[in-house]
């Protein structure tokens, strides 16, 4: 009884999750584009831009996800599909600059200026197209987790061997975009962002079609994810995660199928990374800090493994936490996340979302005893 | 004796279905499989005993595709190499396997496990677009029927009870439709009635495949009643009908001797 409300409550937290999204941002959105900045009701610009913030780090979290929750993949360097994705954005917005940097150039960045360079590098040509770049943020991403899952699986370099790995990916990307002969302005990244397609990012409505375009994106894989989850495919991915050798003894070539999910998830990653930039205005080589990746990992060990919506839940808590927190005690917010994950870990295995079954069974024992006070009543008649 | 053999077919004659040529395995020095051969015929049941450490678990993995042997070679069907292909590929030539140790989908549903092992083209593509044909759902349905789990095919397979996991794994053998199946130590843990239920359902399965079962159990190997290879230090010690074997002098020195 207690399981079939429990898969009622799934079937329909699928459309919930979506609806809860979009509504809250619309109604958000509306309050601080509709209403005068004195009404009480009225949503400040930042707060706008904050919830774009979190809802492109729930995406973040829900494409791991997918490779860990799903496939059994702990992947420590999400992060460096999401800044891949970022920097493809960025690229995208130092070309809309145009004359208007500080130096007038039409083509070149002002980085670049400074650096006395004469041509564009030949990596950064078509950027100056929305599609090319939009291509781009889906393919920079996807294609690496391609070429290094391709690799990683194939030889079945598995559980904290292939974490260590792909902390070591991120971590390698962080030092190559540190120099600034790699043309994608060194320390300081890319910044100064003047518009995107068109629209000035200075604009409210233009933070508030962000924050939309977050919400939507977001939806759009949660509904997705949920799916493929399901499906019968979404039943080999947990078999791959279970039991690794029986499903390939059963006939199914596990590589392959890890391969399809993380190279699917880099470029979910590597879009939220894309939103997130214009949101933030900036993107630079600390986006690609290991310590991001395990953040992100955090994040969907506390909203819950394996449930696709816990990650999401876990991203917006958490960095909602993170705001408040380093506003108040900045040096302690690494000590807190730590503590919250190794707390996380011993007595919430199942995350802020495993919560709510053992919540809701504790409800209905109560109401049990509550409602059969009767003596001669046998509970074991349930099944 | 050879009631699995079709009246007037003559085994010794056909083409062995499964043909172990000199396979060793080495570990550090230590031969697992000691130029081991072996051969099975097409519609045949063997059962291998020996005891523990002789190299039968090593057998199935070198079979399987788990473990590449230092030397020799494995045919199936006459001229498949088995030791030159992946687990994968050689499950999907029409070998299924269960393991010594129960190991199904815990986390899954009894009907998702055996649906996980129907027989279909399973690459990535063809499965993402896959769903359950009603042919599909009568087939889970039959298999579920065999191996009487059909009260509990909504359960999770990690709630069932070693014997009743043992079964799902036969089940899901059952439903990759293979040509050969090898059965790790199927009873391990069953009780009295469950191993005769177990040793007439293989008895059943060998009716249309081919089945080579790896077992401890005597009493087990006796209900079979089938031709018995005898593993020793991972070489054939005797090969026989399981009194022949079991008057052999050598078979009662290593069994005895331990
Ligand atoms: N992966 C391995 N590494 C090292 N030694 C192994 C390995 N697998 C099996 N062995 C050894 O090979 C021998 C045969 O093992 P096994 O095939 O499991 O025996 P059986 O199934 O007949 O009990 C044993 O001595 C075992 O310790
Ligand atoms: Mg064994």
Redesign the pocket.
């Known amino acids: 009884m207690i399981a079939e409300k429990l898969g009622l409550f799934r079937s329909r937290l699928g459309w919930i999750v979506p609806l809860i999204i979009m509504g809250g941002t619309l109604l958000v959105a509306a309050l601080n584009l509709l209403l005068p900045p004195d009404a009480a009701l009225h949503v400040p610009g930042y707060v706008i831009a904050l919830l774009g913030k979190y809802l492109c780090y729930a995406l973040l979290a829900l494409s791991l996800d997918l490779v860990w929750g799903y496939v059994g993949i702990l992947s420590l360097g999400h992060g460096a599909f999401f800044a891949l994705g970022g920097y493809a954005m960025g690229m995208y917005l130092m070309r809309q600059i145009g004359t208007r940097g500080v130096y007038g150039n039409p083509v070149l960045p002002d980085f670049m200026v400074f650096l006395n360079w004469q041509e564009l590098p030949w990596y950064w040509y078509g950027f100056d197209h929305f599609a090319v770049a939009l291509l781009m943020m889906a393919l920079a991403p996807g294609l690496l987790a391609f070429v290094f899952g391709f690799l990683a699986f194939r030889s079945r370099v598995t559980g904290v061997y292939l974490s260590i790995i792909t902390q070591a990916l991120t971590y390698a990307l962080l030092l190559a975009f540190f120099r600034n002969d790699m043309g994608f302005g060194g320390n300081n990244g890319l910044t100064d962002f003047k518009e995107i397609l068109g629209a000035d990012l200075q604009l409210a409505g233009t933070k508030a079609c962000l924050l939309l375009a977050s919400a939507a994106l977001l939806s759009g894989f949660y509904l997705f994810c949920r799916r493929m989850t399901r499906s019968r495919f979404g039943k080999v991915l947990v078999a791959v995660r279970d039991a690794e050798s029986r499903a390939r003894f059963l006939g199914y070539r596990v590589e392959s199928y890890k391969l399809v999910v993380f190279t699917f998830s880099a470029v979910m990653a590597g879009l939220a990374g894309a939103l997130y930039v214009p949101q933030v205005g900036i993107i630079n080589p600390g986006e690609f800090d290991p310590a991001n990746s395990i953040e992100a990992v955090v994040w969907v060990a506390v909203g819950g493994r394996g449930t696709l919506v816990g990650p999401i839940i876990g991203a917006i808590l958490v960095n909602f936490g993170k705001t408040i927190f380093t506003g108040v005690l900045p040096e302690l917010w690494l000590f807190a996340l730590g503590g919250l994950f190794v707390f996380v870990t011993l007595f919430m295995p199942k995350g802020v979302v495993g919560l709510w079954p053992s919540l809701m069974a504790r409800l209905a024992q109560m109401r049990e005893r509550l409602g059969y006070q009767q003596p001669q009543h046998q509970p074991e008649a349930e099944e | 004796m050879n009631t699995s053999h079709p009246i007037g077919a003559a085994p010794e004659y056909t083409q062995p279905l499964l043909y172990l040529d000199g396979v060793t ?1 080495s ?2 020095g ?1 031969r ?2 000691n130029a081991l051969s072996l051969m099975i015929a097409p519609q045949e049941m063997r059962a291998v005993i ?12 070198v079979i399987t595709g788990k ?1 590449r042997p230092d030397t020799g070679s494995v045919f199936f069907r006459g001229n498949t190499d088995l030791t030159q292909l992946d687990e994968a590929a050689i499950a999907n030539l029409g070998i299924g396997r269960k393991f ?1 140790k129960p190991t199904v989908f815990e986390n899954q549903s009894v009907y998702d496990n055996v649906l996980l092992a129907l027989k279909t083209d399973r690459r990535p593509a063809k499965i993402l677009m896959a769903g359950e044909s009603q042919n599909e759902r009568d087939r889970i349905e039959e298999i579920l029927g065999i191996v009487k789990l059909t009260a509990r095919r909504h359960r999770l397979a990690g709630e069932l009870s070693h014997g009743q996991k043992q079964w799902l794994e036969i089940g899901m053998l059952l439903a990759q439709e293979p040509q050969l199946l090898l059965v ?1 130590e199927p009873v391990a843990g069953m009780t009295d009635a469950e191993t005769d239920a177990t040793a007439e359902l293989l008895r059943e399965i060998n009716k249309t495949r081919t089945v080579v079962v ?1 077992e401890h159990d005597m009493t087990f190997v006796r209900a079979l009643d089938v031709k018995v290879t005898v ?1 020793h230090e ?1 070489s054939v010690l005797a090969e026989g009908s399981l009194d022949h074997v079991s008057s052999d002098t050598r078979v009662i020195e290593v069994y005895l001797g331990r």
């Open positions: 395995v570990f550090d230590f697992a499989l020996g005891p523990n450490g002789a190299g039968k678990t090593t057998m199935m993995d473990t010594q790790d790896v593993l991972g």
